[in-house]
């Protein structure tokens, strides 16, 4: 079926590109509405290849690309009907097409309404290997099984490309292998074996995977004698299996997986080879990462949905027509360019173990619900044309170290980075609570050696203060009192809390806040050799003022301050004495539901907010700008027995007082350093 004269006429380059605006992401990929400020996109002028939906229907009998734009069209008012059921598009709405904001060839399709822009669409465009226009377009078609030779062949060509060509990324070609290998080199191909190089160098691949809750074939004291001597390869998980062929495909010869590979029963064994996770996932060839599979037994070869594929003449433009294959993809990726790099909704980013696993690698083959990607150093590649320069989280970006301020600023991006990563990580999932730390340990070592600053149960020497002031995320979810949890870190670190937590990171190093606590000692005891895993003890000695608080016991309607608003959570007093409590932002750690469990939890006779800093974030303003009231950051602390004669406390929460809220006598003491307390948090 031939295009229509007007999208005959259509050059890529010349459609118009997303005006400035943000997007209100609804959560469905058909509902995403473009913000445009005071001049809306509708009130545009009328575009050459603008379309009502009626003359859309009409060029649509008899126009493959219209064909698609209408489809985009149609499932938008599906979708908008099981939200609204009475939906009716506006006769005077506009279908446009505008420029992808991913580089992938193809176009966003817009609706544009009275009040609102819609994202409904996006058409990308692939062609087929040995095409005249494979130079021009990168995107291949995917097809439905992952291991397809066509597939593992394009995957295999990337890796290939990225040890030949990339300079960024090291080959890994001859390194130290680890303890124990898989040899996938045994006379018969439906054998392997658990090997132990003995310090011998080569190259190896590394799996990264869920082991899910269905039974685990493992190594433990009693079978590695069995695993050295051979392992029939139908015994092994399918994702195992999976992760064999590829490695043999690439012509690897050792593999390393830890079920197979760390002795699961020996503690000692495991604590050793766990702390060196990090530098096995760093030297291997090439990560294989099973993002798909829910468990050891699903595989990396998952089944993708079949794309329609649809051949069209299109001007990239150059000046001419070329025959290519146009497909639908996301609507989101289309306008979100950095968002395809998280790989979200898979397993894989759900499990904690492996947000080391990927950000350590040196190249990975992701094998994803839709399509295999590739990341390396030098770029984030789709099988459909999707190409980013740079990775995920990259760990090697460096600032130039010029003079002090670039130090400084040096200093201040990888403490961002690192803050970022543990944003990612801490709401992550573990089989085991007490690898918080441990699964974490092989990126700690590589910050540790750039920050040059020792590790504190999960923070940084130089940033103490500052990294004393995560919050935790809202749990819909009863969180259990610390006196009911085992002991796994400090109540200061954020390792000691089940939920996710946010770190802010600094916007820049010359609007860092004014710190009010001084940190006069600190130290940690460790459970096992590995500086960075878990820890038996740790404690922190804080020179801060300490305001008293107590819990409001009166109606939580605050009708002095906030008429008609009721607060949802329990209110704080301080010796100001509001009948209410403060108006001020906290949070409780752990924070049972209902309220009235709380109200029991909270035991302790007194309660401090721990002042750490004077925040200009925190601080309220007036419309204008101008700064009306003083925000402080502080953590709410509570007295537990003292050990020779320093009074110690742990850390319930956070909360952020306005001076307002205060009262004088407090607000003065923290002025005056000769005020302020000395106490050891543990």
């Known amino acids: 079926m031939p295009e229509c004269e007007s999208c005959s006429s259509i050059s890529l380059p010349d459609l118009p590109t997303l005006p400035p605006c943000t997007v209100a992401d609804y ?42 734009v209408r489809n985009s069209v149609d499932n938008f008012i599906t979708v908008r009907r099981e939200i609204e059921p009475e939906y009716v598009l506006s006769f005077n709405s506009l279908i446009r097409l505008a420029q992808r904001k991913d580089l992938i060839p193809g176009f966003i399709v817009l609706l544009l309404s009275v009040k609102k822009t819609y994202v409904i669409g996006a058409v990308g465009l692939c062609t087929e290997d040995g095409s005249s226009n494979a130079s021009l377009v990168k995107g291949r078609p995917v097809e439905p099984d992952a291991g397809s030779p066509v597939t593992l062949k394009r995957a295999a060509n990337w890796v290939e490309h990225c040890v030949e060509r990339h300079e960024n990324c090291a080959a890994n070609t001859s390194v130290r292998l680890p303890l124990r290998v898989l040899d996938l080199g045994c006379p018969s191909p439906s054998r392997v074996r658990l090997l132990e190089p003995n310090g011998a160098k080569g190259s190896y691949a590394a799996l990264s995977y869920c082991w899910g809750r269905k039974g685990q074939l493992t190594t433990t004291t009693k079978t590695i004698v069995e695993r050295l001597n051979g392992i029939h390869l139908v015994e092994l998980p399918k994702t195992f299996q999976d992760a064999v062929l590829v490695t043999r495909l690439l012509g690897i010869r050792y593999l390393w997986i830890d079920a197979l590979c760390i002795c699961q029963d020996d503690r000692e064994d495991w604590a050793r080879e766990s702390s060196k996770m990090g530098s096995y996932y760093s030297e291997a060839y090439v990560t294989i990462a099973a993002d798909a599979a829910e468990h050891s037994w699903a595989g990396c070869f998952v089944s993708r949905e079949a ?12 000046g001419s027509r070329r025959s290519l294959l146009a497909f639908r993809s996301s609507p989101r990726w289309a306008i979100h360019e950095g968002e395809r790099l998280m790989l979200k909704n898979h397993p894989l980013d759900d ?28 770029h984030f590649l789709s099988e459909d044309g999707y190409c980013h320069i ?28 690192w803050n970022a990563l543990l944003n990612n990580y801490s709401g992550r999932r573990l089989t085991k609570r007490c690898d918080k730390l441990p699964a974490l340990s092989g990126l700690a070592r590589v910050f540790q050696n750039r920050l040059q600053a020792d590790y ?187 050990v020779a004669g320093s009074p110690r406390m742990s850390r319930l929460g956070y909360i952020e007082l306005y001076s307002s809220a205060i009262g004088e006598q407090d607000l003065a003491s923290l002025q005056d350093s000769t005020k302020f307390s000395t106490v050891i948090l543990v």
């Open 351 to 378: 499990r904690g173990w492996t947000l080391q696993e990927r950000a350590l690698s040196r190249r990975i083959l992701h094998f994803c619900k839709d399509q295999i990607y590739f990341e390396c150093d030098e």
């Open 390 to 417: 740079g990775r995920w989280q990259s760990l090697d970006a460096e600032p130039p170290l010029q003079d002090d301020h670039s130090h400084r600023s040096y200093v201040h991006s990888r403490h961002n980075l």
């Open 307 to 318: 794309r329609v594929h649809i051949q069209v003449n299109i001007n990239l433009g150059d």
């Open 27 to 68: 959560g469905d990929d058909m509902l995403q509405t473009l913000l445009c400020g005071d001049q809306h996109w509708a009130d545009y002028s009328r575009l050459a290849h603008d379309r009502t939906y009626e003359a859309l229907t009409f060029s649509s009998a008899s126009c493959v690309l219209c064909g698609l």
């Open 456 to 642: 504190v149960a999960g923070l940084w020497s130089d940033t103490l203060v500052e990294d004393l002031l995560w919050t935790t995320h809202p749990s819909p979810e009863p969180i259990s009192s610390i006196d009911s949890q085992p002991y796994f870190a400090p109540s200061w670190s954020w390792a000691s809390i089940e939920r996710g937590v946010r770190v802010a990171n600094r916007a820049s190093i010359d609007a860092i806040d004014d710190k009010i606590a001084t940190i006069v000692d600190y130290g940690v005891e460790l459970k096992t050799p590995d500086p960075f895993g878990e820890v038996a003890e740790g404690w922190i000695k804080i020179k801060a003022p300490l305001i008293p608080l107590t819990l409001n016991d009166e109606s939580e309607q605050a009708v002095d301050t906030e008429p008609n608003r009721v607060r949802l959570q329990s209110r704080l007093k301080s010796r100001m004495k509001r009948r209410y409590g403060l108006v001020s932002t906290f949070i409780f750690d752990r924070k049972p539901q209902p309220e009235d469990q709380q109200r029991r939890w909270v035991k302790p006779p007194k309660l401090f907010a721990m002042v750490l800093s004077l925040s200009q974030r925190a601080s309220k303003r007036s419309s204008q700008g101008q700064k009306i009231d003083d925000g402080y950051q502080s953590l709410i602390v509570a007295p537990t027995p003292e």
